[in-house]
């Protein structure tokens, strides 16, 4: 029968079993990038090699693995403004020390993973957010600079060129170099309607060496 196991039924087993703290870790690191396949399919073979154990060491094993995934999350959690419940842990201790159904385990499992890339997604959102406005502030205070450019940003900011291309892109829509150009035209425009500046002076107001953009 499928009793509930104490903690000291449980120390009493530890020298015995072998945990793959290396398994752990990838199931971390995959989680921690967003990766839900790879973190499945490492689940799965955790799952898989445990299920081989007698039922006590199974209990252990699985509450080990759940208990490194609260820590997880709590430390995401904190990070994120996310609202949900801490851990989940009453739950999983629930349902392993009565263990009916192995497909209720695993689903626990994955909703855990689930929020828990909620947590890294919304937590590299919020940073992409933060960086996005420091580039567009950048661009908008220095487009009268000519050698304004997505390298000219990165080096200023102490990232690759591609790192700003890539976080403008997702949270604007649009490139750094579209953008920049867009900001001149916008600003040159507004100079043209509302100043006596000629083109020429417009053009090197914002940054425009090229005066065919004016026609």
Known sequence: TNEPVCEDALDTLRDDIIY????????MAAL??????EAYELYHYFATNTLHYRYRIIVF?????YLALCSLEIQLSED????????HFDEIDHLIDNLQD??????????????IVAFVDKSRFDKYNELAAVIEKYIDDCYADSNLTCSWIADHMDLSAA??????????????SD?????RIAVAKQLLSETTLTIKEVADAV???NTQYFY
């Not at 703290?21 to 990838?26: H, N």
């Not at 921690?32 to 396949?37: I, M």
């Not at 209720?104 to 994955?110: E, K, V």
């Not at 700003?164 to 750094?176: D, G």
């Open 32 to 37: 921690k990038t967003s990766k839900l396949d």
């Open 61 to 65: 094993l699985f509450k080990r693995l």
């Open 102 to 115: 192995i497909d209720q385990l695993h689903s626990c499992f994955y909703d855990q993973f689930h929020r």
């Open 80 to 87: 994120s403004t996310i609202n949900g419940d801490e851990t």
């Open 163 to 176: 790192q700003i291309a890539k976080v403008f892109r997702t949270i604007k829509n649009i490139s750094v």
């Open 20 to 27: 793959d703290d290396q398994l752990e870790a990838s199931i």
């Open 207 to 209: 940054g425009i060496e």
């Open 179 to 183: 953008y920049i150009t867009e900001k």
